[in-house]
């Protein structure tokens, strides 16, 4: 309540400041102040219906988009409140002289129309400012109802000082009144930033820097008057991230210097030319620091995978060399690519192969053949007496190997053998099948089923678990190592062309003091 009761005194306020001396400007005048009020209330219904829109196109959002649409509209909140506390740091003693200033032309040019212009423009602008940084407040406010009272408070504190400025009743210090409310305003604008950079990390466009910093819900139990103050009021959460301390302490250390630095200690035009260069070659220098000294990400992987056979057992490893599967054991086979799957989640490249023995496999089985393949048994269903062979024999080997890798390395594989032998005649009334077994006895010519292997779960657990880091790691190096980088060389370029347009003003001031002083001795000797 505390937070969007200053923001709606000190926008309300400023904008009740201009509509009170426009209005007394034009009541001195003799003009009516229909026109202006309609202008006010224009302006104000064009507010409510900004902030409303917003308001409904959130909630109506998927959850993600909801997370990006409340960054969006902090960074705006944001960027309103700096250029307001930095205008107001310089201009805020001056504020009401310059109004009067300007009515004073717009009136002396014979219409009011200008300064009906001027109510509105104000109050539009103090408004469309005014329902973004609340929008945003409400969002990180832990109770919106609470937000809502402390704006129509602030807001209705402002109109009422309006009046009183109008009336005459009321006097302001208006320098010191902004010069107190603007640290206030910079403690919730911090907060604010806070908080787009944690909805920022929920629309996934900010992974870098989540690490946890300090617990702070010592200091801030929930539900306790301290924690109303630092979270709901300060915005400030009682587990802050990396990301989000440095941003805090970026956006309030530079913004409290410049706003509360003493007059009587601020550096003058040239010296603060001279500052302008000096910090953007350390950015500069920053940059290129940051740029070369973040480590590219990369993934650590053990060489080879385990495999183990159908009852769990280690049944060797397997690695890849190329489009080469070596197994422990000795094995070589080639793969083949046959395409790209998901696995798991994880996006894989798909080889496989299909080896084949090589060797010319029997076309007849005796009946002692067909028993030692079965293992010393006759098949079921086989009378030695009615069917005594010979058969004919119909070799039948499935054998597949399947192979999921990602990044090189291998994430999941397996491998399914399996021969049959179809055997027709020797008194056999239908065809029978036979599965051969691994350990049968096998006849001259026969190559026996490769054993079944699988890469454990655990294994591509851990794979996976490796490929978030990687994730985490890719997206801290490109932030540190590209995103600071460029936002300290554009926060350079724009220090350096302030700085060269200081430079030239100030040139132009030193050229026409010389020009006065000269022209005033020419004068004097004249």
């Not at 970026?250 to 035009?269: Q, T």
Request: net charge positive; hydrophobic share 50%; aromatic share 6%.
């Amino acid at each position: 309540m505390l937070a969007t009761f200053v923001i709606g005194l000190r926008e309300g306020l400023e904008a009740a400041l201009i509509v009170a001396i426009i209005a007394t400007f034009l009541r001195k005048n003799g003009r009516r102040l229909t026109t202006m009020w309609v202008g006010v209330v224009a302006a104000v219904i064009i507010c409510l219906g900004v902030g409303i829109t917003l308001k409904v196109v959130e909630s109506n959002l998927p959850q993600r988009q909801q997370e990006a649409m409340a960054t969006v509209i902090g960074v705006v909140a944001v960027l309103f409140v700096t250029g307001m506390v930095l205008w107001m740091s310089t201009h805020a003693r001056e504020l009401k002289k310059d109004v009067e200033s300007a009515a004073s032309s717009a009136l002396g040019s014979g219409t009011s129309r200008a300064l009906v212009l001027m109510a509105f423009l104000a109050v539009l602008k103090e408004g469309f400012e005014t329902a973004v940084f609340l929008l945003a407040t409400f969002q990180a406010a832990s109770s919106t109802r609470s937000a809502v009272i402390g704006a129509a408070l602030g807001i209705g504190a402002s109109m009422l000082l309006g009046v009183g400025i109008y009336t005459g009743g009321v006097t302001i210090n208006l320098g010191k009144f902004f010069t107190v409310t603007s640290g206030f305003l910079i403690l919730i604008a911090a907060g604010l930033v806070v908080t787009a950079l944690r909805t920022a990390h929920g629309a996934g466009w900010l992974n870098a820097g989540q690490g946890r910093t300090v617990d702070l819900h010592w200091l801030a139990p929930p539900g306790s008057v301290r924690s109303a103050v630092f979270t709901g009021v300060l915005g400030i959460p009682a587990d802050p991230r990396l990301i989000e301390v440095l941003g805090w302490l970026l956006y309030v250390v530079p913004l409290a210097a410049i706003a509360y630095w003493p007059r009587a200690h601020r550096p003058d035009a040239a010296a603060k030319v001279f500052l302008k260069v000096l910090i953007a070659f350390g950015c500069l220098v920053g940059a290129a620091t940051t740029f070369v000294a973040v480590p590219r990400a990369h993934l650590t992987a053990p060489a080879a995978a385990p495999v183990s056979d159908a009852a769990g057992v280690s049944a060797g490893t397997i690695s890849l060399d190329g489009s080469t599967l070596r197994q422990s054991a000795g094995e070589r086979t080639t793969l083949r690519a046959a395409g790209d799957a998901v696995v798991a989640g994880v996006r894989t490249h798909h080889l496989v192969a299909t080896p084949h023995p090589g060797t010319t496999q029997p076309t007849t089985l005796t009946l002692a053949e067909v028993i030692a393949l079965n293992g010393g048994r006759p098949p079921v269903g086989m009378d030695p007496a009615l069917n005594p062979g010979p058969y004919a024999a119909s070799w039948h080997r499935q054998d597949r190997i399947d192979v999921w890798t990602t990044h090189g390395i291998v994430y999941a594989a397996s491998r399914q053998s399996r021969l049959t032998v179809q055997l027709t005649g020797g008194g056999l009334r239908s065809p029978r099948t036979l599965t051969v077994s691994s350990g049968a006895h096998l006849p001259a010519g026969v190559t026996a089923p490769a054993p079944a292997w699988t890469v454990p779960s655990s294994y591509s657990d851990d794979i996976s678990a490796r490929l978030n880091q990687l994730v985490n790691q890719q997206d801290s190096a490109h932030f540190w190592g590209r995103v600071v980088p460029a936002g300290l060389v554009f926060v350079a370029v724009l220090l350096l062309v302030t700085a060269g347009r200081d430079r030239r003003d100030l040139s132009q001031t030193s050229r026409t003091t010389q020009d006065e002083s000269s022209s005033s001795r020419s004068t004097a000797h004249a």
